[in-house]
Structure formats: structure tokens, C-alpha cells
């Protein structure tokens, strides 16, 4: 019996850019992909984490009439949220999904020289730029996500199939 661990991001209420539409409904409409998905097999269970940030208070409204309780996805709340792979074992599965606005950040001098022209991706976090709070650069990510995985990768010698880890971004830097 396996279980799915999924943290599902989704940022409509940005108060410092320009506010989305359709982010929340991209991350409920996964989430019931994924809910159905293992509704349909008698061996894998769906075990979600929701970091919501609705765009207006009839949003919110909407999402906690459905059962949804909002957390909003700070910096600090979305690296919390990973702790909710520890509970991942061997032939888990493990999803992070973030829709929300990307951009980009010079490289800060811990991470100069590994990528061209020393730019690097982010995703834009429920309180980046507010009193100093930062994105959450893609580095950190790989990070997070090596962290989570750390000492469930695959081993033959074992027989153990690990724990499989999907990361899904909808976010772009289009800057309109």
C-alpha cells in the first residue's frame, strides 16, 4: 500500500504584483486529478497539503464553504510545508505543485557562476518583497526537494523502489 504526499501551492492574492485569477482553481482541479486518481486504486492513498492564498474575501469564502482551510503560502509557510514528505517511505510518492507568478533574481554571491549571467528562476511566495522577505529561489527548492528525499532513493541491493518525486510549476516571468 502506497501513499501520495502532495503539497499543492496556489497564489491568486498578491498584494505586492499584480494579482492572478486562476491559480487557485489550476491547484483544485490537480488535486481532485490526483484525489480521483487514487480513488480509483485500492492501494494508494491520497494524503494533500493545500497553501492557498485567495484574491478577494468572497474567494476565501468560497474555499472554506468547501472544506478548504487557508494557509497562506509565505516563504517560511512553503518551506514549513515540505516537512509534510517526511512521512514518505519506500514506494511513496511525493507531488509539489505551485501556480503562481515566477521571476527572476540576480544570482546572491553564494550562488555566482552556476547559471549563465548569473540570473536566477524563483517563485514569487504569498509575502516576497513585503519588509525584506525574498522569493524562494530555485536553488532552495532543489534543496527542499533533495532534502525530502534524502535516504529514500532506490536501492536493488535492497529491494526497495524508493520514493518517486514530481514537482509541477505553473508560473511564468512574462512581466504583463
Same mark, same amino acid.
Given at each position: 500500500?502506497?501513499?501520495?504526499?502532495?503539497?499543492?501551492?496556489?497564489?491568486?492574492?498578491?498584494?505586492?504584483?499584480?494579482?492572478?485569477? /486562476?491559480?487557485?482553481?489550476?491547484?483544485? =482541479?490537480?488535486? +481532485? %486529478?490526483?484525489? $480521483?486518481?487514487?480513488?480509483?486504486?485500492?492501494? &494508494?492513498?491520497?494524503?494533500?497539503?493545500?497553501?492557498?492564498?485567495?484574491?478577494?474575501?468572497?474567494?476565501?469564502?468560497?474555499?472554506?464553504?468547501?472544506?478548504?482551510?487557508?494557509?497562506?503560502? /509565505?516563504?517560511?509557510?512553503?518551506?514549513? =510545508?515540505?516537512? +509534510? %514528505?517526511?512521512? $514518505?517511505?519506500?514506494?511513496?510518492?511525493?507531488? &509539489?505543485?505551485?501556480?503562481?507568478?515566477?521571476?527572476?533574481?540576480?544570482?546572491?554571491?553564494?550562488?555566482?557562476?552556476?547559471?549563465?549571467?548569473?540570473?536566477?528562476?524563483?517563485?514569487?511566495?504569498?509575502?516576497?518583497?513585503?519588509?525584506?522577505?525574498?522569493?524562494?529561489?530555485?536553488?532552495?527548492?532543489?534543496?527542499?526537494?533533495?532534502?525530502?528525499?534524502?535516504?529514500?532513493?532506490?536501492?536493488?541491493?535492497?529491494?526497495?523502489?524508493?520514493?518517486?518525486?514530481?514537482?509541477?510549476?505553473?508560473?511564468?516571468?512574462?512581466?504583463?
Amino acid at each position: 500500500m502506497a501513499n501520495l504526499y502532495a503539497v499543492l501551492i496556489g497564489i491568486n492574492g498578491y498584494k505586492q504584483c499584480r494579482p492572478l485569477e /486562476g491559480c487557485i482553481n489550476d491547484v483544485l =482541479a490537480v488535486g +481532485h %486529478f490526483f484525489e $480521483a486518481l487514487c480513488a480509483a486504486q485500492d492501494d &494508494l492513498h491520497w494524503k494533500p497539503s493545500y497553501l492557498l492564498e485567495p484574491a478577494s474575501e468572497t474567494e476565501r469564502l468560497q474555499l472554506e464553504t468547501g472544506g478548504h482551510q487557508i494557509v497562506s503560502p /509565505g516563504r517560511q509557510q512553503i518551506i514549513d =510545508a515540505f516537512r +509534510h %514528505f517526511d512521512q $514518505a517511505q519506500d514506494g511513496d510518492f511525493c507531488l &509539489l505543485y505551485y501556480s503562481g507568478h515566477g521571476s527572476t533574481v540576480t544570482a546572491p554571491e553564494v550562488f555566482k557562476g552556476y547559471e549563465p549571467g548569473d540570473v536566477l528562476q524563483t517563485i514569487v511566495c504569498a509575502d516576497s518583497r513585503i519588509n525584506g522577505s525574498p522569493d524562494l529561489l530555485d536553488k532552495e527548492l532543489g534543496y527542499l526537494i533533495a532534502k525530502a528525499v534524502d535516504g529514500k532513493a532506490p536501492n536493488p541491493e535492497q529491494h526497495k523502489t524508493g520514493v518517486h518525486f514530481l514537482a509541477i510549476f505553473d508560473s511564468c516571468h512574462a512581466g504583463t
